[in-house]
């Protein structure tokens, strides 16, 4: 898919204040656009934060501007790689990237669309990408199948700077809610595991929309919208973005939802999160709200396994890849123990990865 033939997402910014509006719109197209929701100097300085984590964690050229988002690209690497989180969790550390999830303007806008009080979910995500690692890119899914809850819970997505179409901004297929179902998902490379086809679905038009995103526009979609992120395909810039969900208060939650992102991966627990900061405004913030806790639902991810396993045995070398990093991050759990029987019959152990990430 070029980018560059995508048509604009519609901008929504002259009905901000005709909450009628806002809720017929969003339920036509599936998402709403914002130019400068965020304030454009607050998501600047939160990008500096971040990216001099990063530098310090070695995912920045040394002695470039942290702000610039010059990658290294000898410590390219993704959501599920063992390491990934080294770096990661440290971001995940910084007051300034929870609190920006509380911001005014968008809890006002969410709560003007839903006519109720609202409230982030607890797990914040930073999204930060390589560039030259396009096969890596998150796939076409809906938020559902990862965060789950309710249907009609809203993702906020916002980069973190300028974010041109060649750095791989979001994509969304307009409309596509309105299947109002969960549709199938099957294993991929990328962020998440999962990907859905839409093409196999006759009530989904190919109504991709994207743009050239700037530092505090935001696009807001329920959980049933398919969307997927375009490939980074600068030659050496990192790509950030916060990527947020909400939901109402009172409504159910998963109970992922309340774990710091990746923790099942690396463990974090709030209490190291919250460690250095210099406020308690946005502690435990949901605890005293009575939120219905759901368990988690496996079977989207188990069935992906099931689906990695055999296409391991088949010889997809994607599948291979996607084994090796379960059976490195989490050799003892069951996952991980299949995965390495898997691989030992069909890989040499010091077989490299064979994915042309370039």
Known sequence: MDSDRLPELRVANDIRDDADELRRRLD??????????LDPDRLLDLRREMLTVMQAGGWIVDGTDPVDGIANLDARCTEGDLGYTDVYHEVYKLQSFHEIAHCRAVMDLLEQIRDCRMMPQPQKVARLWFPQFTDHTTPTHQDFVHF?????????????????????????????HKVNRVLDHHFSLGAGSLHVDPAIHDELNDNWLTTDYQAGDTLIFPFLTIHKALPNLTTDRLRVSLDNRYQRIGDPIAEHMLLPHLSSMNPLSWETVYRDWDSQEFQYYWKPFDNPVLPKINAYM?????EAVDLARAGDQRAQLHLRRIAARDPVSDQGQAASSVLATVTHPDTTDAVDTH
């Open 148 to 176: 789950q809850g309710c249907h009609d819970n809203l993702t906020c997505w916002s980069p973190v700077g300028d974010c041109p179409r060649e750095l791989g901004g979001l994509a969304v297929l307009g409309g596509s």
């Open 28 to 37: 036509e197209d599936g998402y709403l656009f914002f130019r400068r929701l």
């Open 302 to 306: 188990d069935q992906a396994f099931g």
